[in-house]
């Protein structure tokens, strides 16, 4: 059994459409606000005809004329939709086209793969891969070329940018821009299983310097554990074949369907955004996943107690 303080919430708060953080992002709440203006109005003025009507039945006032009547449905059933719809059509198309551009050039490209129930992250100019965290430099154009190893994923980062499906076989482009730093949280926003509520990430804006030193740190990557306990927590890890599904740079080949540990203590949040990415946490994930987030790939794992803090040891060296 798991303590429930195992679980507490790791990610950042959901932002909202409502408060943008970059120009994208900053076009789709125009059109949000745009059509709840609108949409407010027209149901405002709904009301106001219905209240209308119905003092007009409760006075028993004589009925207006037949023609009357037949104008009022013709202008407020007809000719308005026709005027108000192909407003609210052209201005989304407008603002569905222009964030649909690829980026200016200079723009950072990310690949990020959609599997169940999880991100994986990858920079292919720095040839660096990681899992359920993404770094973007703020005020850089930025590309996400996307795609899903299984089921359809979409990924959605509310104040950044649209929604945009991850479809096997397929490679979308999402581009945006983020002009503040900031923790942001990113959601799966297509139903894809049973943990898919349970699949977030964090996207990390930060000053251009910051990023780069960011980068720098995940290229400098060493596989060789420091000091004797890490030591014996690799051989843990081979033995009770966590490098069969999952992969460490010169460590292990690991699967498709897990995610790269190369830079597992690196990361703020473990499970995918689910739990704090601390020692506890660690330690009740990998004795009992299923406890944790029923439905998961990855199944339990008994280790002795020594084991098991060496395996802790090693990974929390992953940097
Ligand atoms: Cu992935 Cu829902």
Not at 244 to 261: K, N, T, W, Y
Not at 268 to 280: H, K, V, Y
Request: hydrophobic share 45%; charged share 20%.
């Amino acid at each position: 059994m798991v303590p429930a303080e195992l679980a507490p919430v790791a990610a950042p708060e959901p932002g909202s459409v409502l408060d943008p953080v970059g120009p994208e992002a900053a076009q789709i709440a125009g059109l949000t606000w745009f059509m709840i203006t609108l949409g407010g109005l027209l149901w405002l003025l709904t009301v106001v005809f219905l209240v209308l009507a119905l003092r007009h039945r409760a006075h028993r006032e004589p009925r207006a004329s037949d023609r009357g009547a037949k104008s009022f449905i013709a202008v407020w059933g007809v000719v308005v939709p026709i005027v108000v719809l192909p407003i609210v059509f052209a201005y989304s198309l407008v603002v569905g086209v222009d964030i649909s551009r690829p980026p200016p050039p200079g723009e950072l490209t990310v690949e990020v793969v959609g599997h169940q129930f999880w991100w994986e992250v990858r920079y292919p100019e720095a040839d660096v891969v990681t899992a359920n965290e993404i770094h973007v430099p703020v005020g850089r154009p930025v590309r996400l070329e996307m795609t899903s190893a299984d089921v359809i994923h979409s990924l959605w980062i509310p104040p950044v940018a649209g929604k945009l499906d991850l479809l096997p076989g397929q490679t979308n482009t999402l581009s945006f821009r983020v002009d503040e730093p900031g923790r942001y949280l990113g959601e799966c926003a297509e139903f894809c299983g049973i943990q898919h509520a349970r699949m977030q990430f964090v996207l990390v804006a930060q000053p251009a310097e910051e990023f780069a030193e960011h980068l720098r740190a995940l290229q400098a990557t060493t596989a060789e554990p420091v000091g004797e306990l890490a030591e014996a927590g690799r051989e843990v890890y081979l033995a009770a074949g966590c490098g069969q599904c999952h992969r460490i740079e010169d460590v292990s080949e690991g699967a498709d369907f897990a995610p790269d540990l190369t830079h597992l203590a690196t990361r703020d949040t473990i499970a995918a955004g689910m739990l704090e990415n601390t020692r506890g946490n660690l330690a009740g994930w990998i004795l009992d996943p299923q406890g944790l987030k029923p439905g998961v790939r990855m199944p339990p794992n008994n280790l002795s107690g020594a084991d098991l803090q060496a395996l802790l040891a090693y990974l929390e060296s992953l940097e």
